[in-house]
């Protein structure tokens, strides 16, 4: 079976990661890796291909910058290109940035077989571009990997066939448990100058948060009070730089508890997430790592599309200084239990539906 694995975002490289280190142990599958460029700088990309330890991808489409519209209509003519020379049995696409849809495009366009990796999460807010390209992807998808009951129940309910549904857990675990025994090594600590449990971790980079100029006012007050008790680590997402640049370094220079720095490779965030006092954020990977490592979670959203998360203990405050302060003086202790299938596995389970399905194929060839 061959296979094109389309990647172009942070989060990407990561869910990709562990489905790789799995599958290449079968000889029965050959991958295609395409990287859109999305993603460029060394500390968003190419960080990552070392400490996930990836090879090069086969293909960089190189579409960077732009408008979603600008990023979704350069990269879906320029796969096209990859998709006519290589005619893959299999396109295979993660999460929900605009390189997922894209390709999603294409290889419905061409008939190929297209496998979505995290289908089925729903935030409700078609405003997000994220739900967007998710729930699109998902409608184009013949195989979809689902990572919770919620994303099940959510395409159940989008009347799609359950025969193309897999519950089969989250694959950001599998790669989180694999790297936290290499995270150990990490300096980020020492070279931030923080203890164990001495800082809160911030990351932020959602459209609609950082577009916000109102939302950025009330986060760096939020911000600048919790450095009033505890050190803030700040990896600033580039786009994140671009929007509040000035105004970090004007909390910086009146606070030494902020410490801003360039966005983190996957080790170092992982050891600076396992050792905070708790994390503030309004990604997505990083409410579920947060969960499993057992690290206090504030999503500085109204909404998330990892319910499995908040049974879990992840609070959910909306952009709103009171609600995250309370949530930070008041740090949740519940614990439901995690999904079963978050336990390393996912990689194994999705490899061997794949397998099941190319044995099918090549009996009725
Ligand atoms: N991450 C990282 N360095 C950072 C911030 C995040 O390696 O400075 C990792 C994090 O561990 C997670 C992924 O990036 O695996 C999440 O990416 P992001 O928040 O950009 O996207 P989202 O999950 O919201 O789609």
Redesign the pocket.
Known sequence: MRIICVVG???NF?KFAALWHEIKKYPEFEVTVVHTGQHYDDNMSAV?FRDLELSEPDYNLGISGGTATFQVSNIMREFERVIVIEKPDMVMVF???NSTLAAALVAAQYGIPLAHIEAGLRSGDMRMK?EINRKLTDHLSDVLFVTEDSGYENLVFENIDERKIHLVGNI?VD??LTMRQKAVKSRVLEDNNLTKYGYTLV?L??AETIENSEYLRIIMETLEEITKTKYVLF?V?PHTLKKIGRELKAIGDGSPGLVCIS????N???CA?DNAYAVL??????QT?ACVLGIPCITMRTVTEHKSTVEYGNVVTGIDKSSILHAFNNLNNKRADLPLTWDGKTAERIVSILKRMANQKASAA
């Open positions: 975002a942070r989060p990561v990552f999460g929900d940035v994220e950001m790669a989180l990351t980079h959602r990896p997402h966005p983190l490779g996957y170092d965030f992982i997430l954020t309004d990604s997505g990977g990083v790592e």
